[in-house]
């Protein structure tokens, strides 16, 4: 027989194991990452108002009523009560009405399109601040950062200054994907011919673990970048490393870089074609390929030539003629 002291320490053996984890979630270093934080603690806590009484109540009638308790009540024609009704129905309901108020609060102030108002809860965003812009490309299997306005890009590295608003333009080369960096915000899907977007901000100096959180193919597991939040200063130095690279991101480089490869490492690339990224999402990167915004506009101009001839004297003339012609041949 174990001695119950040791049966309790046994028992408290998974706490230990579970203090190794890394909750990075739950203690975020990102203002947005933060909020949703905070949204996850408050629901639980708002659910756990009924489950907790629920659990201990169904314990309690298990108890109370066992067989071998001669002495509680025995009322087999009991079958209602106006009070216990109100409180089976209403303490729940109010918990959803309260739950459904704050996922429609904080669905629309935490939408990633949204631009930032705030660095964090005790700082708000200064009037005239204009966000970094990263543009996000999700290739098989590794990660591509081009930086427009400082005319470089990186491979599998992503660096940031603290407290500066940052946002994400995010497509895809081939397959949809998943750009996640838990201690910056949630994840937002990264889809071929599609733009999606995340505003964001880092709020400690720090190195963050970014990842691919949707399974795209054989490399998937090693789809990994880590992601740097760092002074203004170290940012402008590390922009400045990039540009000593020497090489260029342009067409020819990116239709190489494009091809599946895994465990990629971190490279730099001191320019970046001005149209490389337009091209990527509109998937005519390639020589002879025609883009896709430009075949949607000609569509549109096809339409619209169509139905404005459909809708001229010559047109209606023509219709009019042939439907006499079909009714005298009928």
């Not at 659990?55 to 009070?83: E, M, Q, V």
């Not at 996640?180 to 733009?195: F, K, N, R, V």
Request: net charge neutral; hydrophobic share 45%.
């Amino acid at each position: 027989m174990i001695p119950s002291i040791a049966r309790r320490g046994l028992s408290l053996l998974p706490l230990l194991w579970l203090a190794g984890c890394n909750t990075v979630v739950m203690n975020p270093s990102g203002d947005i990452a933060a909020q949703q934080a905070n949204l996850v603690v408050v629901s639980t806590l708002l659910m756990l108002l009924i489950v907790v009484p629920v659990i201990a109540l169904t314990l309690f009638f298990a108890w109370r009523y066992r067989a071998s308790n001669t002495s509680a009540t025995y009322d087999p024609d009991w079958d209602h009560s106006t009070k216990l009704e109100l409180v089976i129905w209403g303490a729940p309901l109010l918990i959803i009405i309260v739950l459904g108020l704050l996922t429609w609060i904080s669905t629309h102030k935490l939408d990633p399109y949204r631009p930032l108002s705030r660095i964090d809860e005790n700082r708000p965003l200064a009037a005239g601040v204009k966000p970094i812009e990263i543009q996000v490309v999700a290739l098989d299997w590794k990660w591509l950062f081009i930086y427009p306005e400082q005319g470089i890009a990186t491979v599998n590295e992503l660096v940031t200054p603290v407290d500066v608003p940052v946002r994400f333009k995010i497509t895809a080369s081939s397959v949809m994907n998943s750009f996640y960096i838990p201690a910056l915000a949630g994840q937002i899907y990264a889809m071929p011919s599609m733009e999606t977007e995340l505003n964001a901000v880092i709020n400690k100096v720090g190195v963050y673990d970014g990842f691919s959180a949707n399974f795209s193919g054989d490399g998937f597991s090693h789809m990994r970048f880590k992601y740097h939040g760092v002074s203004q200063g170290d940012f402008d130095q590390w922009v400045q490393k990039a540009k000593g690279a020497g090489n260029t991101l342009d067409r020819v480089s990116y239709l190489e870089l494009e091809k599946p490869s895994e465990r990629e490492p971190v490279r730099h690339y001191a320019g970046v074609s001005a149209d490389l990224y337009e091209a990527i999402l509109n998937r005519c990167v390639g020589d002879g390929k025609t883009c896709i915004n430009k075949m949607v506009a000609d569509d549109i101009v096809r339409a619209r030539t169509a139905a404005e001839l459909c809708f001229t004297p010559q047109a209606k003339t023509f219709s009019m003629k042939t439907e006499n012609a079909s009714a005298n041949a009928n």
